[in-house]
């Protein structure tokens, strides 16, 4: 690990400015992704800027009826929050299916969000990642990509979202809050915030330089069976080869974000139309422009499956209500 400063500024505007004024600056809460990058020299940040003191870390109800989620609520908190379990019942099956205890202990909601993607070519730093190193190439093209994106990808990437929490958070439209140098602040709709990989992968997000997340809000409750479905080579500490998060209404009608598949989650509104329609018409909608390797074809049936699985689970749970 490369040798850096550390601050920890009192307010969201100056650890924004710290940010901005800090060339190779970088905000550290939980550290459970950024200091794996850092000790393998993938991330090497000249300056830290703690954030854990700042008071970013409560869940509250808004105005408009939905939850005000801070930043720095830790997993662990917001999976159990009773709010969340009974009205956002999704986020709190999509957190708990993520990592490990330990880990979702000091994981973050804006590290979740902002974590980076597994391809092993980005973690091995011998081999050619234009996300690692903008114009190396991608080794994944030509390489093992059993695990890899099968949607939104590029001739520069083919890597996906690990993140668990971001797929309940895109089927629930929630909104990115955040605080720039200047102080000004904005919101960002989830499905804006995190960017596909065209000839950029290495830019994840539409932040700008600096710019700190502050929250994420969620709007009122979509009423219906909650479910988060996910299919991995592990039953626990593994990431999702494809994960399904579905909102089924009672009328029928509903919403799916898929996991594993893309550079983000992957939610196509023309998709959630054909939930009453049934798995196949919705993953047909989902993966229309599709183009896999042959190492990862098989999501493509996978998708449907889970989807269909996710499905009949939320039968089964409005059978039983």
């Not at 502050?214 to 219906?224: E, I, Q, W, Y």
Request: positive net charge.
């Amino acid at each position: 690990m490369k040798p850096f400063t550390l601050e920890r500024p009192g307010t969201p505007a100056e650890a924004a400015a710290a940010a901005a004024r800090e060339p190779g600056a970088r905000f550290i809460a939980g550290g459970t992704n950024l200091l794996d990058l850092m000790k393998l020299q993938i991330e090497t940040p000249t300056h830290l800027i703690d954030v854990n003191r700042l008071a970013l870390d409560r869940i509250e109800p808004t105005q408009e009826g939905g939850l005000r989620i801070g930043a720095l609520v830790r997993n662990t908190d917001l999976a159990a929050d009773a709010r969340v379990r009974r009205d956002y019942a999704v986020l709190s099956r999509a957190l708990l299916a993520g990592a490990s205890g330990q880990l979702r202990n000091r994981a973050t909601t804006a590290g979740n969000l902002l974590q980076r993607t597994r391809c092993p070519y980005f973690y091995d730093t011998h081999q050619p990642c234009n996300k690692r190193q903008p114009g190396s190439g991608c080794g994944a093209l030509d390489g093992r990509s059993r695990q890899h994106a099968v949607v939104g990808v590029s001739k520069s990437c083919i890597a996906t979202h690990p993140s668990d929490m971001a797929v309940a958070m895109r089927v629930l439209d929630a909104t990115v809050e955040t605080v720039r140098p200047d102080g000004q602040t904005r919101r960002i709709p989830i499905v804006d915030f995190h960017r596909l990989p065209g000839d950029t992968p290495h830019v994840e997000t539409t932040l700008s330089a600096g710019e700190l997340i502050t929250a994420v809000t969620l709007p009122r409750p979509v009423a219906g069976a909650h479910i988060y479905h996910k299919v991995r080579d592990r039953a626990s500490y593994a990431f999702a080869l494809v994960s399904v998060a579905a909102i089924v209404q009672p009328d029928g009608q509903g919403r799916i974000a898929v996991g594993g598949v893309a550079h983000k989650p992957w939610r196509v509104e023309a998709a959630d139309a054909a939930v009453p329609q049934g798995s196949q018409a919705i993953a047909a909608r989902l993966l229309a422009d599709a183009h896999p390797t042959s190492d990862n074809a098989f999501k493509l049936p996978l998708v449907e499956r889970t989807i269909a699985a996710a499905l009949d689970q939320a039968k089964s749970t409005r059978t039983r209500a």
